[in-house]
């Protein structure tokens, strides 16, 4: 299934597509039916479960940490697919700031999103996963290699540590900046999008203002993949760099991941 084709209805996952078919070096393309991302499996109904496991998947990343999967549960077990959780987050980082998006009152949400914070927190949080999560990157790309295709990378709503993690994968096997956006932002769809969620009885609720406040938070913003850049650009001095230096991937390595996710 490309993203050309139909959709899958998939009520319990949100933000579920095939990467395939997006344009790589040298007139090649993404594979298609080798690499699906999503947002979490915990909500997966019967027949999701049914579709998800037709899929021939080796394995499934998920990123979230532990305090992600004390909220919203375990994945949904898929017969006969191996499953990976590599958190991307510390569930400590930030515990008391997420718990003020649930339950905080007005002028607490006020206090600390307004005035460009929460664009700003995206953006700090995109830099420090490329910058401190080399060793995670760089396990699920070797292992991608080896023998974990087909997978499916999620998070909790599949946008930022499984975009990261796609565009990661997508950087070292030659696609351009352009598709890899233009994938990531397809995370704004309307059915795609993270469900916002506030304590019952939280001051301002789901209000129009407490949205906007929220927006950046839940949004797929090409400043936060474009922070991510910046970051491989001042640590590393560019893509190769990073990929060899800092995700430890050889040309061995590399070749492997282009022959197993692009097609001519």
Request: aromatic share 6%.
């Amino acid at each position: 299934m490309t993203q050309q084709s139909a959709e899958p209805k998939l009520t319990g996952v949100r933000n579920f597509r095939d990467v395939g078919g997006l344009p790589a070096a040298e007139g090649r393309r993404v594979r298609p039916g080798v690499l699906f991302r999503s947002g979490h499996l915990a909500h997966a109904t019967a027949e999701d479960v049914e579709f998800l496991g037709g899929l021939g998947l080796h394995t499934v990343f998920d990123f979230r940490n532990a305090a992600d999967q004390a909220l919203e549960g375990p994945d949904a077990r898929l017969p006969g697919v191996r499953n990976v959780n590599i958190p991307l987050t510390d569930p400590a980082e930030g515990a008391e700031f997420w718990r003020m998006v649930r339950d905080g009152d007005m002028a607490q949400l006020r206090r600390a999103l307004s005035d460009g914070q929460a664009a700003g927190r995206m953006t700090a949080s995109y830099r420090s996963i490329i910058r401190h999560r080399t060793g995670e990157h760089s396990r699920v790309l070797h292992a991608m290699a080896e023998d974990s295709l087909p997978a499916l990378m999620h998070c909790a709503a599949g946008k930022d540590r499984a975009g990261l993690s796609v565009a990661v994968t997508l950087l070292a096997v030659g696609v351009d900046r352009e598709a890899i956006e233009a994938d990531y932002l397809t995370s704004n769809s309307p059915h795609r999008r993270y469900k916002v969620h506030r304590s019952e009885g939280a001051e301002g609720g789901l209000s129009p203002e407490v949205m906007e406040l929220l927006a950046p938070l839940f949004d797929a913003r090409p400043a936060y993949l474009a922070a991510a850049y910046d970051a491989i650009e001042e640590t590393w001095g560019g893509v190769e760099s990073y990929l060899g230096q800092g995700l430890k991937l050889s040309d061995g390595t590399r070749e492997r991941l282009r022959a197993r996710l692009l097609e001519d």
